[in-house]
């Protein structure tokens, strides 16, 4: 199977900045894209930035300009570099990879880290 760890979230003051990584191991052959959700206390996972294998990003509004996804696909790890943070991006922040494990098919699977803590005081 395949696993996604999360690793780097933290208690930081607004205006300050934290590093995400999520490393992904077991059985890959290739991993397509990638991407980071979070969720906020009583409120619903969304989606907070992406890339894909080739390094295309797309990111939430609330987030352009302050946060910056990229990936390492020789270590299957992607990061998420977040800058001036602000209260509002409180929440657990989990990983998403959709994973190839035979090259007998084109077809990912969907798997999901358990997630990451991020808290921003004001």
């Known amino acids: 199977q395949v696993q996604l760890v999360e690793s780097g979230g933290g208690l930081v003051q607004a205006g300050g900045s934290l590093r995400l990584s999520c490393a992904a191991s077991?059985?890959?052959?290739?991993?397509?894209?990638m991407n980071w959700y979070r969720q906020a206390p009583g409120k619903e996972r969304e989606l907070v930035a992406g890339?894909?294998?080739?390094?295309?990003?797309n990111y939430a509004d609330s987030v352009k300009g302050r946060f910056t996804i990229s990936r390492d696909n020789a270590k299957n790890t992607v990061y998420l570099e977040m800058n001036s943070l602000k209260p509002e991006d409180t929440g657990v922040y989990y990983c998403?990879?959709?994973?190839?494990?035979?090259?007998?098919?084109?077809?990912?699977?969907?798997?999901w880290g358990k997630g990451t803590l991020v808290t921003v005081s004001s």
């Open positions: 077991g059985l890959i052959f290739r991993i397509n894209g």
């Open positions: 890339i894909t294998r080739g390094g295309s990003t």
């Open positions: 998403n990879a959709d994973v190839i494990i035979t090259f007998l098919t084109n077809s990912g699977m969907d798997y």
